[in-house]
């Protein structure tokens, strides 16, 4: 695999199952942050093509999870959590997730049913009403409440926005997510397929790479960091052995959040580096040798070219 080849997968080995004809479409994940929607994602396209934190504001730009189910090839467009923006990168993510959903064939509402529906969930109702998709309601996280909260919590959602259909899922056991693709699969239009049978994901592998660097930083460290910085891969480089060579660079905002990444005696960033090695030479099926620099860029978060590096439109303002 090369650095520009998108993530291909077993998963999507077969074609179409039957003799009938192909469905295809877009379907968009939207929801507020920590939904639940990359854990989704993943579930319904049966590997990693999104990363996950339990930190709010993981997604930053739209990924695309390409799954096979029955006749149909469904593409789902993972956007980042809509929340309240602050910053330009908010305003990025948050424009980004809400043009992802007027793209879309399909919109899929995700709901954390243990958080329930306030705040940036009730903003996105309130939103989903100048949306004319169909429109589908998905509980989430229905391993953590009860029966009971979730109808009522279906009743307030769907008084806020008709529903066309209402699940219950848990994306982290799989609970509710067959009938949720067999609905999907029959209810997306006739059509030929976008990609080709094998492809799960749109996101070229050094972008893959970068997002999984971002992960393990997101997983190890803590406070504001995560959210002050940012990966990108500057160097790929396939080596006669069969291994490659992956350098990134982590921007931080400051000199102190640098030594936040750096960690006493370099313990962070070998911590960090360790894990993301070692999950890209499994998604790569080859060593990877991989260099991780972290670089003071006072102002990434106003950068263009940080914007288009990380496929969001840079907001005038
Ligand atoms: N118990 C439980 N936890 C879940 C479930 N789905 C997701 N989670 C957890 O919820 C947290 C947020 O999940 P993500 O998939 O990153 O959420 P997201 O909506 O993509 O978040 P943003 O990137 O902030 O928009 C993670 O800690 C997940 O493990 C579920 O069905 N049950």
């Not at 169909?134 to 769907?158: F, M, S």
């Amino acid at each position: 695999m090369t650095e520009n080849d998108n993530i291909t997968g077993d998963e999507n080995e077969a074609g179409p199952t039957n003799a009938g004809p192909t469905h295809s479409g877009f379907v968009a994940l939207i929801g507020p942050t920590n939904a639940g929607k990359s854990t989704l994602l993943n579930r319904l396209v049966g590997a990693k093509v999104s990363i996950v934190s339990h930190k709010v504001q993981t997604t930053r730009a739209i990924v695309r999870g390409i799954a096979i189910h029955n006749n149909a090839q469904i593409v789902f467009m993972d956007t980042p959590g809509i929340f309240k923006p602050r910053r330009r990168l908010d305003r990025a993510m948050v424009t980004s997730a809400w043009g992802g959903a007027k793209d879309a064939d399909l919109i899929l509402l995700l709901i954390d049913s243990e958080r329930g529906i306030r705040g940036d969930a009730e903003a996105i109702l309130e939103g989903l009403k100048e949306v004319h998709q169909p429109k589908i309601l998905v509980l989430n996280k229905i391993d953590r409440v009860r029966h009971e909260d979730l109808l009522k919590l279906t009743a307030t959602a769907n008084e806020a926005v008709p529903f066309e259909r209402t699940f219950m899922v848990s994306a982290t056991t799989g609970s509710g997510c067959g009938d949720l693709m067999d609905y999907l699969a029959d209810k997306l239009p006739e059509g030929p397929w976008y990609y080709p049978e094998d492809q799960i994901s749109d996101l070229p592998m050094r972008q893959l790479a970068a997002e999984i660097t971002r992960e393990k930083l997101f997983l190890r460290l803590h406070q504001e960091l995560p959210y002050a910085s940012h990966v990108e891969t500057e160097k790929w480089e396939e080596r006669k052995d069969g291994s490659v060579r992956i350098e990134q660079v982590i921007y931080v905002e400051r000199d102190s959040q640098k030594k936040i990444a750096l960690g006493k005696n370099g313990d962070a960033i070998k911590a960090i580096s360790t894990a993301s090695r070692k999950e890209l030479s499994e998604i790569l099926e080859q060593p990877v040798h991989l260099f991780l620099f972290v670089k003071v860029r006072e102002n990434w978060g106003d950068d263009p070219e940080r914007f288009r590096e990380m496929g969001l439109e840079f907001p005038k303002s």
